[in-house]
């Protein structure tokens, strides 16, 4: 006979097991400048010579428009605004000049949307690190930060 008492205990020990087999979610970091945050960028490990991505929320507190119009790293050979879609079934990526932020408004850049494509990486991007970006947005100027490379499974790819 099984108690009770012994089946709950294993199930607990058993959840206790998978949770720290989990990696954990990498700390959300914002970084500020004018009325202009950039929240939590990260990008998904990729191979030398490869295409990357960055995903990213842009918040704008201020009472006009601002837009991303480019964005650097010293890893990229070219990097890209760019806008996924999906017509009629089939997957449509386009390169887009700049990301308008709408006043008191926030824009998401998230995979199958908007995101920036790091197009002919020099280096590797390996899971948890964190690579040098700078953002450069028409009124608020530039905004350096480091961008996350994070594993993140079951989520579409842009590149």
Known sequence: MVRPRRVALAMVA???????????????????TGDITIV????????????????????NRGAADDRLIAVSTPLAG??????????DG??????VDSITVPAGGTVALEPGGLHVMLIDLRFMLMAEETIPVTFSFEHAGDISTGVSVESRGGEGHDH
């Open 14 to 32: 058993a959840l206790a097991l998978a949770a720290m087999a989990m990696p954990a979610p990498a700390p959300a970091h914002e970084e500020t």
């Open 90 to 95: 089939i997957h449509r990526m386009e390169k």
């Open 78 to 87: 070219r990097v890209e605004l760019h806008r996924s879609t999906m017509e």
């Open 40 to 59: 939590h960028p990260w990008s998904r490990p990729a191979a030398q010579g490869q295409n990357g991505v960055i995903y990213l929320e842009i918040s």
